[in-house]
């Protein structure tokens, strides 16, 4: 087995490995909703797992269980993900799954119920003149990607209809102009854009250096 604590966003982070270097199961430490969820392997996973998933307020447990090859997989519907029973809260909203997700919201087995407490996303700004900048990563064999990434600033405010209370947030907006990460020239498929929250008082190129440093895709 193989072990490793990071930092992830808002929380800590603990993976786990086995020999092959597939991972079997990984805990955080942070505020999260309480969370409940099986998910059983769809055919996109190379190694089939059904994982467990508790979350309990102030953190997560989840592990994996082989999945025995005899047993059926369903197709994968380009979704990366396996069927799902459970429930999870993700910020304002409840989750309740109890299948397969396809792509097709009318058809998906989920439903989503926003809290009394919901934020309402009221405005979404672009500002400044979209920047380039040169991005490397380094994949866990030591081969080093070397990519350009072109960024901009933006900024998201919510509110909430009960009270005076908003919500604003600042990101940046990223697009690489090639494939980054562990996957990157498989058929799943590498990192091609993403976003990054900003701290106070960063601009967006020192955003991209801190997200250089940390992000692991």
């Not at 099986?38 to 994982?51: F, G, K, N």
């Not at 799902?84 to 299948?99: A, K, M, S, V």
Request: net charge positive; hydrophobic share 35%; glycine share 8%.
């Amino acid at each position: 087995m193989r072990f490793k604590v990071e930092k992830e966003h808002r929380y800590w982070l603990l993976r786990v490995w086995n020999k092959q270097y597939t991972e079997v199961a990984y805990a955080t430490l942070g505020l999260k909703g309480l969370q409940a969820e099986m998910e059983i392997p769809s055919d996109w996973h190379e190694t089939r797992l059904v994982w467990f998933r508790f979350g309990l307020g102030f953190g997560s447990v989840c592990f994996s269980l082989p999945w025995p090859k005899s047993w059926r997989v369903v197709p994968d519907e380009y979704q990366c993900s396996g069927p799902t029973y459970g429930f999870c809260f993700y910020e304002d909203l409840l989750w309740i799954r109890w299948g397969k997700d396809t792509g097709r919201p009318k058809k998906d087995p989920r439903l989503a119920i926003y809290m009394p407490w919901s934020w309402k996303h009221r405005e979404h700004k672009l500002i400044g003149a979209p920047e380039t900048h040169d991005y490397t990563y380094v994949l866990r064999s030591g081969e080093v990607q070397r990519r350009k990434a072109t960024i901009q600033e933006q900024t998201r405010r919510w509110s909430r209809w009960w009270l005076p209370f908003r919500r604003v947030s600042r990101s940046i907006d990223i697009e690489f102009d090639g494939e980054v990460g562990e996957r990157s020239g498989s058929w799943k498929g590498g990192c091609i854009g993403c976003s990054y929250e900003m701290q106070r008082g960063e601009t967006p190129l020192m955003a991209l250096r801190r997200m250089e440093l940390e992000r692991k895709f």
